[in-house]
Structures are given as structure tokens and as C-alpha cells.
């Protein structure tokens, strides 16, 4: 397959002046490397497009691609991961990973709570501040975590998110919603263990990949996986591969994320993320359709070097499963279809 990758890469935003926090998210060259690498050892023929400005430009000069391989976050918005996928559903071409209604709802922390609360699955209580007001019907107990709604990667998130009282709420929840411009999920603090559950497939072909236990060391940032025991994460974090036998919540947050996963739609691959209450139980935190692959420093690929497997595999995994797509929409659309004149990439340029 003719397979065109999107991506945003780091080195380009800082390089316009986008800040270190801004551009957490996007990727390293190596990561772009190391994919597009696997996908040719797959037999692939590769096409690097990059962001969503330049997908537009190559699509409005006719390119076209068999598949497009899509690890773009996107810079502006709530919905902002949604942007490459509904640019390449205009245009029917099949990408990796989930669609746009998945992507803008995952990346909004509190509409994938309100959603996985009403498929009985277990996610702690929360609030969301908006305006001053909101904090004046907090009725939550302390402590809570206070964390931008949409945003990864731990941006917004330091030692001060661990919230004790009213006055230091407010405090914080002025900063997140000045600096990130968005409302704020104030969430009941969990004290227990932190896992990241990795997902491999789309719908009933989905299965558990496996669970990293997230470990802060003893000179991180104190209870919270913030920006900065992230961005420091080789020497403030341990990642600890646990089995499911003979742990009982990690056997039971496996359960759920692979239940969050089908109610969602999540599709191809990704990670599904916890925290254990006061009495063990795990509590989903968020649900991420879009997970890093960088091949040593993303959980993902971790989780699968940790059961043995090689990257290249585990790339091929995520295209098998985005090309079972691919053949259910040829099955729909035919030479006989009228809508495959608007297809056609030569009668689409002006």
C-alpha cells in the first residue's frame, strides 16, 4: 500500500516559536523515523505529509494514499485531534486510529467520564469549573486533583494540583483556566496505584495488550504523573510491566478498559489509563485513542517489548486492523456507486 503518514513535528513548532509545554505532545524525528522505517520493512511504500496545513496542501494538489497513518495531536481547540481524521473523511481515505467523534470526545476528560459512567464502569467523581461560579456548587471532599480538561501529556498538572482546600482551589483552577483557555476537571484524588492498560484492535477484535505499573520515584513531583515527571520521565519514573494473574487490580482494570474501549469506539490501538481508590479498586481517569509509538519511550511500544514482541510487529498490528476497514468500505463502495466520481482524485482538482 501507497501508506502517507501525519504527524506534528516538535522540532517545527518550537523552531516557530511555540513554547517546550505547547509542543509536549508532538514528536521526536526519531519516532517518524522509526515508523516509517517499520511500515517499509512491512512492505509499505512510504509518504511523509506531516500536519494538518500540509495535508490540506497535498490534498488540494491531488495526492492521494492508500492509508493514512495518523499521529497528529493538533495545536488549536478541544477537538483538536479530531481535525486530521475528519480532513481525510471528506475525502474517504482511510486512516489508523479512531475517528473524529472518538478523538474529540477522548480528548475531553469529562465527556469520556460522563460516557464511561453511563456504561457502569467505574471512574471517580468530578467537577467541572468553567467560570468562578462553578466553584461556588463544588461540593466535592478533599483532596481533589485540579488538571486542564483537555489536554495529555500532564500539561497543567504539578505538585499544586493535589488540592487540600477551598482557597488554594481557587488559586489553581484561576491558573489552569487563564493559561489553557479551557475549563478545568477537578476530580477526586486517588491514593492508590497507577496503571496504563494497553489496547490492540477495533470493537469484538479488540483484546488487552497488557498493563504498566506507573511508579513515581522518590525525587518526582509527589503523588501526581505531572508535566514534568513526564517530560523527566527516564529519571523520575519506573514503568513496571505487571501480569494480570495473580494481581487482582490489574486484572480488574484490564476488564475495564477493554470494556471503555468497545463503548467508546476506539479503534486500531491505544492505552486506557487508571488510579486504585482508597481500597484498591481501579478507577478510570481517561481513555487515549491516540497513544505515542515511540518505539523505547511510549507506553505502547513498551508494554509490547515487555510480551516479547519487536515494533515493526506491533506497527503491522495496528495496520492489519485499520485495513480490515479498509475492505469493509470497498465492499460498500464500487465502480457502480455514484459517489465514486466524487472520489476520483482527477476529477476533484480544478
Known amino acids: 500500500m501507497n501508506v502517507g503518514l501525519t504527524y506534528d513535528l516538535r522540532s517545527e513548532y518550537l523552531a516557530a516559536g511555540y513554547g517546550e509545554e505547547e509542543t509536549a505532545e508532538f514528536d521526536q524525528i526519531g519516532t517518524i523515523d522509526a515508523l ?29 494514499w492508500d492509508l493514512v497513518f495518523n499521529i497528529c495531536e493538533g495545536l488549536f ?5 479530531a481535525q486530521v481524521p475528519a480532513i481525510l473523511d471528506v475525502y474517504e ?21 460522563t460516557l464511561v459512567r453511563a456504561a457502569g464502569l467505574p471512574t471517580p467523581d468530578w467537577h467541572a469549573v468553567r467560570e468562578w461560579a462553578d466553584l461556588e456548587r463544588f461540593a466535592l471532599p478533599f483532596p481533589v486533583i485540579a488538571k486542564p480538561v483537555a489536554e495529555g501529556t500532564g500539561k497543567g498538572i504539578d505538585a499544586a494540583s493535589k488540592v487540600g ?53 522518590s525525587d518526582a513531583e509527589p503523588d501526581v504523573y505531572s508535566y514534568i515527571n513526564k517530560e523527566r520521565c527516564e529519571e523520575l519514573v519506573d514503568y513496571r510491566f505487571v501480569p494480570a494473574a495473580g494481581d487482582e487490580p490489574v486484572a480488574r ?10 463503548a467508546v469506539g476506539g479503534r486500531d490501538g491505544g492505552r486506557v489509563d487508571f488510579r ?37 510487529d506491533l506497527i503491522g498490528r495496528i495496520v492489519a486492523s485499520a485495513k480490515l476497514r479498509i475492505a469493509d468500505r470497498g465492499s460498500r463502495i464500487g465502480p457502480d456507486n455514484p459517489r465514486s466520481e466524487i ?5 476533484c482538482r480544478s
Open 165 to 217: 482546600d477551598h482557597g488554594a482551589l481557587r488559586t489553581v483552577c484561576g491558573r489552569l483556566l487563564e493559561q489553557f483557555d479551557q475549563p478545568v476537571l477537578v476530580e477526586r484524588f486517588l491514593p492508590g496505584r497507577e496503571f496504563t492498560v494497553g489496547i490492540l484492535g477495533t470493537g469484538d477484535a479488540a483484546e488487552v495488550l497488557g498493563t504498566l505499573e506507573i511508579v513515581l520515584q
Open 93 to 113: 481515505i482511510p486512516y489508523t486510529f479512531a475517528d473524529p467523534a472518538v478523538m474529540a470526545l477522548c480528548l475531553h476528560k469529562g465527556w469520556t467520564k
Open 343 to 347: 472520489r476520483n482524485p482527477k476529477l
Open 36 to 64: 516509517d522505517e517499520a511500515l517499509r520493512q512491512l512492505g509499505h511504500v512510504t509518504d511523509r505529509i506531516g500536519h494538518a496545513q500540509q495535508l490540506i496542501e497535498r490534498l488540494a494538489g491531488g495526492d492521494r
Open 276 to 312: 486504585c481508590d482508597e481500597n484498591g479498586q481501579p478507577q478510570l481517569i481517561e481513555i487515549n485513542p491516540l497513544a505515542g509509538l515511540h518505539p523505547t519511550h511510549s507506553d505502547l511500544p513498551m508494554l509490547w517489548t515487555a510480551i516479547g514482541g519487536e515494533y515493526v
Open 253 to 262: 482494570a484490564e476488564q475495564i478498559a477493554l470494556a471503555a474501549w468497545r
Open 77 to 81: 481547540g478541544l477537538a483538536r485531534e
